[in-house]
């Protein structure tokens, strides 16, 4: 018989107490400690006391509510110290009555006794413990492809601040100064970027046509062409074969088909998946890209007491009409804040997103919005696509920087589909207005009449969002005669 729990509250092993076993509180049980999971915790203890509702949550790592988004810009030098990436610690959380359990994986789930089965990751103690509500927040694991030489020192994920904590010790021995990214979506460029402020020769490999698979490969060239102007070098359509090590077993080089790109430091920048194989083992619905399926109240479907959030759930999506799996903290947050509303005793919903994401890497910002062409062409829809070229300030004003604005209209109707956008200082959080515009359904000539902010020193006197508008609603109309 073990024993487990933070604070000394841990339920006897195979007790097989199921529900609330004659508590006088209800319990809730949170499965994991970062975004999705806290937000929930915290949002169902400010509706609930710790009178009213018991909460236990765990996790298996050694921090909680921390910035995963933050760690290229750690580990890049910009932001000083991992505690700023840190938004609350589990004394923090204990604080507010939450009973955090950290180092303390979760390892079965019985549905239909109501109950996680979880693991001290330090003593190996085992324990049930019975709940009355359930939020899974496992999040999502690195992609880390099944290669040769993967696991060899100097090659990192970087997923978690330990990831991060371990890349900084690696720069910080290693002897040479030639770093390979794997991979060139966000978490890919981004490394890249760090890498450069690091001083590290930079190559970043990619299987795709383009860097930035979530644009549409002509604005992905524009970041390819610009990415080997600040120094990188870009390998595109080649996939990894193999992670070479030298006689010390570290890394040497990375390996194509093709070549072999030396390599004194690897970064994995390949992606992630849902985190879900504890849901799969239980029985819960999964969707078509892995994730946790659930209502608008984020309510696990076909299961009224089981909720979940972050980066192991599809969302929908409000312009396809699909479930898509976005890992974003954004997402994460706000589906803790409505599970724990719910959760709580309150109501909330999480209506779906537009697919919006910002960027950078240097001085290049890119963003984009809502579909891509494949998307579209996926979804069924017939559309125009367009493109400007404009400034991020009046061209007479000290300062002005190009960007480069793609939008795409549905065939007939008009209505906006999507938005990318590629360019200097000023250029990223423009794609904002395309993100409202298509939350609320706009059409590209409604787009037109936005009374949006002007002065020289922040716009030309047409935004380029809306040039771009106003070329696609000519696209629209030419078509349509």
């Excluded at 996790?59 to 750690?74: N, Q, V």
């Excluded at 994401?357 to 240097?362: D, N």
């Excluded at 000290?398 to 250029?427: D, F, S």
Aim: contains cysteine; hydrophobic residues 40%; proline residues 4%.
């Amino acid at each position: 018989m073990s024993v487990i729990g933070a604070s000394g509250t841990g339920e006897v092993s195979g007790t097989g107490d199921g529900g609330s076993g004659g508590r006088a509180r209800e319990r809730l049980v949170v499965v994991g400690g970062d975004a999705a999971g806290m937000s929930a915790a915290s949002q169902a203890r400010r509706l609930r006391g710790p009178g009213e509702l018991e909460i236990v949550a765990f996790e298996r790592g050694h921090f909680t509510s921390f910035s995963a988004c933050g760690i290229p810009y750690w580990v890049g030098g910009d932001v000083a110290e991992r505690d700023l990436l840190i938004a609350r610690t589990p004394e923090e959380h204990r604080a507010r009555d939450i009973d955090l359990r950290m180092r303390t994986e979760v390892t079965e789930i019985d549905v239909a006794g109501g109950r996680v089965r979880s693991r001290d990751l330090e003593s190996g103690a085992e324990a049930w413990t019975p709940y009355d509500k359930l939020v899974l927040a496992t999040g999502a694991r690195p992609v880390r492809p099944d290669l040769p030489g993967v696991d060899a020192p100097g090659v990192h994920g970087v997923q978690t601040l330990d990831d991060g904590q371990a890349l900084l010790d690696t720069l910080s021995t290693t002897r040479g100064r030639r770093a390979v990214v794997v991979g060139a979506g966000y978490i890919g460029v981004e490394m890249a970027e760090a890498l450069i402020n690091r001083g590290y020769e930079v190559t970043v490999v990619n299987r795709g046509e383009e860097p930035m698979a979530t644009l549409d490969p002509d604005m992905g060239r524009l970041v390819h062409h610009a990415m080997e102007g600040m120094g990188i070098t870009m390998v595109n359509d080649s996939a990894v074969t193999e992670i070479r090590t030298g006689d010390d077993g570290s890394v040497r080089a990375v390996a194509t088909r093709d070549a072999e790109y030396p390599a004194d430091v690897v970064v994995l920048g390949i992606g992630v998946r849902p985190e879900t194989a504890l849901a799969r083992a239980a029985g819960l619905p999964l969707g078509e890209h892995g994730g946790l399926l659930t209502d608008l109240a984020m309510r696990v479907r076909g299961h009224e007491n089981i909720w979940a959030g972050g980066d192991c759930v599809e969302v929908l999506d409000l312009v396809s009409g699909r479930e898509r799996h976005i890992a974003l903290g954004t997402h994460a947050n706000k589906h803790g804040q409505v599970i724990g509303s719910n959760a709580g005793g309150g109501y909330a919903t999480f209506p779906g997103v537009v697919g919006t994401a910002v960027s950078k890497v240097c001085a290049l910002e890119i963003a984009r919005t809502g579909l891509r062409e494949k998307d579209a062409h996926r979804a069924g829809l017939r559309f125009e696509a367009v493109t400007i070229e404009s400034t991020s300030r009046a061209g007479y004003y000290p300062g002005a920087a190009p960007m480069t604005v793609k939008m795409l209209a549905e065939h007939r109707t008009g209505r906006l589909l999507g938005v990318q956008i590629v360019g200097r200082e000023g250029a990223a959080k423009r794609v904002d207005i395309a993100a409202v515009a298509l939350t609320a359904g706009l059409t590209v000539e409604q787009m037109t009449a936005l009374d949006l902010g002007y002065a020289p020193p922040f716009s030309p006197v047409w935004d380029p969002v809306l040039v771009a508008a106003r070329k696609a609603v000519a696209a629209v109309r030419a078509r349509g005669a």
